[in-house]
């Protein structure tokens, strides 16, 4: 089955520095793969996708990722973190015939 | 101003009294879902629908049921509630080109409560 996977649940980032959230991906499948951002009491917001082409993708708010097909990841990177991205991050994948799926999710929090 | 709504956004239900929440789009949106979440589960598919009248399982289908009679609406229907369904539940819809299900937007959400 095609997935994806957050290996870490929490991630605690100093404001200014870089920050890293990570998923990793399975094989099957082509990777349509994106990350989502939820602040608190909100719905989910889009922040930036892969389907094919450059391996580093730019998206909103500042926010990176870097598709890597060797390692089979897809982690979400911002080289200087502010406090306003404490929140929680969704990785996810797509199917063409319909289906989503995401990972378990990340609380990222940075502090002062 | 382009969005997904749901109504309610809270409910308080009892075991086995039948409800619906509502789910409409002003995107004119080919795909539509609904998703639950809970905590250290993360956000899980229920049902989505490609276009009008087509609907198919996602990973959590027991106990719900959809239908999309309508391109803007999307309902999830719960026949018989049970406190396992107590959750979060966001709607989304996207648009669908026959290829790839692009960018979801998602709707503010309904937090049920099943006592």
């Known amino acids: 089955a095609q997935s994806v996977a957050q290996p870490e649940d929490q991630v605690n980032v100093a404001e200014g520095n870089p920050l890293t959230v990570k998923c990793t991906y399975s094989?099957?499948?082509?990777?349509?793969l994106f990350w989502y951002v939820q602040y608190p009491n909100r719905g989910l917001q889009f922040l930036l996708k892969?389907?094919?082409?450059?391996?580093l993708v730019k998206g909103s708010y500042g926010f990176e990722a870097e598709f890597n097909k060797s390692q089979t990841s897809f982690h979400l990177k911002k080289p200087s973190a502010l406090v306003s991205d404490s929140a929680l991050y969704f990785c996810?994948?797509?199917?063409?015939?319909?289906?989503?799926?995401f990972g378990d999710g990340t609380t990222l929090t940075v502090k002062p | 101003e382009a969005q997904v709504t749901q109504n309610p956004r809270y409910l308080i239900t009892v075991t086995g009294k039948k409800l619906t929440v509502t789910c409409s789009q002003n995107?004119?949106?080919?795909?539509m879902s609904w998703y639950r979440q809970d905590p250290g589960l993360g956000l899980r598919q229920i049902y989505y629908?490609?276009?009008?009248?087509?609907?198919d399982k996602g990973d959590v289908p027991e106990g719900y049921k959809v239908s999309r009679k309508e391109k803007r609406n999307f309902p999830l229907i719960l026949e018989s509630p049970s406190p396992n369904q107590t959750s979060l539940y966001f709607c989304?819809?996207?648009?669908?080109?026959?290829?790839?299900?692009?960018?979801?937007?998602f709707g503010p959400g309904t937090r049920l409560l099943v006592l």
């Open positions: 989304a819809s996207s648009p669908y080109t026959g290829s790839w299900v692009e960018t979801q937007y």
């Open positions: 094989v099957s499948g082509n990777p349509y």
């Open positions: 892969y389907i094919t082409g450059d391996n």
């Open positions: 996810g994948r797509n199917t063409n015939a319909g289906k989503s799926t």
């Open positions: 995107m004119n949106h080919e795909y």
């Open positions: 629908s490609m276009n009008v009248e087509v609907t």
